[in-house]
């Protein structure tokens, strides 16, 4: 059974650091795109920004410059790196991947910033 699995997640200040990392498990064939995604509360799941296989990252706007994604094939784990965090950074983060052909989501961890 193919799955996403993150870890990494916690409480940290504002202006600090926080690494979630993502890793896929299972049969796996074929993994093409794999980014982040977050859900604060009250609010639809947004995107935070994707890498292509050959290690091409986007970002959103609102974290260009301050968060960092990259993966390493070889264990088909991608990670997202997180620096200078604000309040507002606050949510659920999600991987996704698209495996096997097929679109896959992680279980979520939680990211909280405090003022």
């Known amino acids: 059974q193919v799955q996403l699995v993150e870890s990494g997640g916690g409480l940290v200040q504002a202006g600090g650091s926080l690494r979630l990392s993502c890793a896929a498990s299972?049969?796996?064939?074929?993994?093409?795109?794999m980014g982040w995604y977050r859900q604060a509360p009250g609010k639809r799941r947004e995107p935070v920004g994707t890498?292509?296989?050959?290690?091409?990252?986007y970002y959103v706007d609102a974290v260009k410059g301050r968060f960092t994604i990259s993966r390493d094939n070889a264990k088909n784990t991608v990670y997202l790196q997180m620096n200078s965090v604000k309040p507002e950074d606050t949510a659920v983060y999600y991987c996704?991947?698209?495996?096997?052909?097929?679109?896959?989501w992680g279980q979520g961890t939680q990211v909280t910033v405090s003022s």
């Open positions: 299972g049969s796996i064939f074929s993994v093409n795109v």
């Open positions: 890498i292509t296989s050959g290690g091409t990252p």
């Open positions: 996704n991947a698209y495996m096997n052909w097929q679109d896959y």
